[in-house]
Nanobody, 126 residues
């Protein structure tokens, strides 16, 4: 499974940006796809995840209420809509997917994801 993320860029504080991630290769059979981010000098942190079966979403407290996540119908694509962006959201955003092995349910730790995209830069100017 290869993950291709796109949609990053530069936006002013208070603005919006949308990221997308498409899984290719063999059919995706994991429990969910999500996003992590890493700001300069900081650890990688969980942002959001969408469960492939049912579409339920989970968000980090720092983005809850500002970010939404959805998936394409019939496609291995997920979207992250980011609203009310602030400088604290500046980071490289990584698309992730799990393998579908082990217990089901949302995963919030980077070590629980096997597949990672190449990362896309999001810069919010204040």
């Amino acid at each position: 499974v290869q993950l291709q993320a796109s949609g990053g860029g530069l936006v002013q504080a208070g603005g919006s940006l949308s990221l997308s991630c498409t899984a290719s290769g063999r059919p995706f059979s994991g429990y969910g796809m999500g996003w992590f981010r890493q700001a300069p000098g900081k650890d990688r942190e969980f942002v959001a995840v969408i469960m492939w079966n049912g579409g339920r979403t989970y968000f980090a407290d720092s983005v809850n209420g500002r970010f939404t996540m959805s998936r394409g119908v019939g496609k291995n694509t997920v979207y992250l809509q980011m609203n009310k962006l602030s400088a604290e959201d500046t980071a490289v955003y990584y698309c992730v997917a799990d393998t579908g092995m082990g217990a089901g349910g949302p995963r919030f730790k980077s070590s629980e994801y096997y597949y990672w995209g190449q990362g896309t830069q999001v810069t919010v100017s204040s």
